[in-house]
């Protein structure tokens, strides 16, 4: 007998309460919460994005969309993997958080190439606090490239806290630092109160702003900076030149 989702204003409240669901196994209709002693965040200003990252974002290796595929990059990120050959993304967690997307407060980003899904990740949104959930690849750097355009969205959009549950070597590399929970709950607690945008807006700004060559750090936010410079005369640029150019100056 299927279990019901879990109710959205539930997981709402859990993740500003700084716990989140997770399974023992993609079958189990069973779900646990968890509360991390010690919290890995990536701090928005510091986002580690190498040189090699950034001449991928320039030349648009990959098309990266936002939402246009929310379910199969819960699929892709629920999927086996070496040395994983189970998830703690049930069926009922994603039935939860397919729910809360369709609320608005879970999104996803996805890399294309050749009209195939590559890489991408999700995660839930609320106030001013955007929790990373899951990512995959499927080819080199896909999932980097989705990670660095979070990071510049989220700078767009005003948001305050990318949480990203666990640290790992990976996302240290990126820049990730750990902090114990009642300090993290003490960063969600600052982060309260609505965000400028939402991440789809944020996403249609930046890439409205690169088809117009238009000056990002003025005209919509700052952290993200046209390419060219003040964007006079600048004609067409891309959003992945943009978002390089922005952790040039940054870095």
């Given at each position: 007998m299927n279990q019901?989702?879990?109710?959205?204003q539930l997981l709402l409240m859990a993740y500003r309460s700084g716990i989140f669901p997770m399974a023992d196994r993609r079958d189990d209709p069973e779900?646990?919460?968890?509360?991390?002693?010690e919290r890995a965040i990536i701090p928005l200003e510091n986002f580690s994005c190498s040189k090699s990252l950034r001449k991928i974002l320039r030349q648009d290796r990959?098309?990266?969309?936002?939402?246009?595929?929310?379910?199969?990059?819960?699929?892709?990120?629920?999927?086996?993997r070496d040395g994983h050959p189970d998830s703690w993304i049930s069926d009922r967690i994603v039935a939860s958080y397919e729910a809360l997307h369709r609320a608005g407060?879970?999104?996803s980003l996805e890399c294309w190439q050749d009209g195939r899904l590559v890489g991408g990740?999700?995660?839930?949104?609320?106030?001013?606090?955007?929790?990373?959930?899951?990512?995959?690849?499927?080819?080199?750097?896909?999932?980097?490239v989705a990670l660095a355009w979070l990071v510049a969205l989220l700078r767009l959009a005003g948001v305050q806290l990318l949480d990203c549950q666990f640290m790992t070597d990976h996302l240290a590399s990126m820049g990730?630092?750990?902090?114990?929970q009642a300090q993290y709950l003490q960063r969600v607690s600052e982060a309260s109160g609505p965000a400028k945008l939402t991440l789809p807006e944020?996403?249609?700004?930046?890439?409205?702003?690169?088809?117009?060559g238009d000056a990002v750090?003025?005209?919509?936010?700052?952290?993200?900076?046209?390419?060219?410079?003040d964007g006079e005369g600048a004609g067409p640029s891309s959003p992945g030149k943009l978002i390089a150019q922005s952790f040039t100056q940054t870095s």
């Open positions: 019901p989702i879990i109710p959205t779900i646990f919460w968890v509360e991390p002693r990959f098309r990266v969309t936002c939402n246009a595929a929310f379910a199969d990059v819960l699929a892709a990120c629920a999927a086996p407060h879970a999104h990740l999700y995660g839930v949104s609320f106030d001013r606090v955007f929790c990373g959930e899951s990512m995959f690849s499927r080819e080199d750097n896909a999932s980097k990730a630092v750990s902090m114990p944020a996403y249609s700004a930046l890439v409205g702003a690169a088809s117009l750090g003025e005209g919509v936010a700052t952290g993200v900076r046209d390419a060219a410079g």
